[in-house]
């Protein structure tokens, strides 16, 4: 074979991956010295553009290859009724086909983003809808579906998530800082019952090191949610910062993972103010460079 016919082969070839979508310097990879490195949709929630797939270009322009997919872009995309109408809903999701959930998660894949984790669903939710919630999750390949922490929740939750054999993913706020808040009472419930543990929450409202609780639970932590925040007694107290001029030990919660090797994602959450000029894609992207640095050897 000649060097001409190589050469046409070969730009056939790339071609056809370009089409395909199938070039892997094309995908992002944020996976940084064994450590995956996420974020939660929510982080974008200050674009313009908030269909499905703006998202997922959002993501990629900032460099990630793992999400926490919030849920109300997801039943966009796949067609829930624009209604107020409590039962319409309900009779969608207990009957709405799979079709749309298997395209969303090429859609994805596609384009070099796991979809990590699902923000869909909730306790007061009818039962057949619970199902749905975690059919969704099974068919978008998220490991569980994540709300927020109670001892409640976890008891409504914890049956469904043992039926479909996932994790229900409980993700707190301020509620360490509250008296007689447990942990550990809310992982009694069940062994699929796990954490989606806000490192920032929990530093802005006890002010003690996330080290050590994530040190103590993380075979009981799916995922944790970075941000830097102030602490309880600091002016202004409880407070988020950007990545590095706060006082949550960001980057020693990083090293932490990546020392005792932990299959736990971690995902930026961006809830401080942008700056002027700038957007989300672009903040987000900072801090994925900042967790970069940190984990670098």
Not at 147 to 153: A, F, N, P
Request: glycine share 8%.
């Amino acid at each position: 074979m000649n060097k001409k016919m190589l050469k046409m082969m070969s730009a056939v070839m790339l071609s056809a991956m370009t089409v395909f979508g199938v070039q892997a310097a094309d995908k992002p990879d944020s996976k940084f010295a064994g450590v995956q490195i996420g974020t939660i949709t929510y982080s974008f929630r200050s674009m313009p553009d908030q269909s499905l797939t703006a998202i997922l270009d959002y993501a990629v322009q900032a460099g990630l290859s793992s999400v926490e997919l919030m849920g109300g872009a997801v039943e966009q995309y796949a067609g829930i009724p624009s209604t107020q109408d409590e039962a319409a809903v309900r009779a969608w999701r207990t009957s709405v086909s799979m079709d749309k959930f298997k395209e969303i998660k090429k859609l994805f894949k596609d384009k070099g983003v796991k979809i990590d984790i699902l923000k869909l669903g909730d306790p007061g939710w009818s039962d057949a809808e619970i199902d749905y919630a975690f059919r969704v999750c099974k068919t978008l390949g998220a490991k569980g579906i994540t709300t927020e922490i109670s001892e409640e929740s976890a008891k409504r939750l914890a049956p469904f998530a043992d039926k479909h054999k996932l994790y229900v993913i409980f993700h707190n706020h301020g509620q360490p800082g509250q008296p007689g808040f447990s942990f550990d009472r809310v992982l009694a419930v069940g062994p699929r019952v796990m954490l989606n543990f806000d490192a920032g929450h929990y530093f802005g409202a006890t002010g003690k090191n996330p080290c050590e609780l994530i040190q103590r639970l993380h075979a009981r932590i799916a995922s944790i949610h970075l941000k830097d925040k102030t602490g309880p007694d600091a002016t202004p107290r409880d407070t988020n910062q950007p990545f590095g001029q706060g006082q949550t030990p960001v980057k020693e919660i990083l090293q932490l993972i990546q020392k005792e090797k932990w299959p736990i994602t971690c995902d930026i959450e961006l809830e401080y103010d942008i700056p002027q000029g700038s957007d989300a894609v672009k903040e987000v992207a900072k801090c994925v460079e900042y967790c970069r640095k940190a984990l670098q050897k």
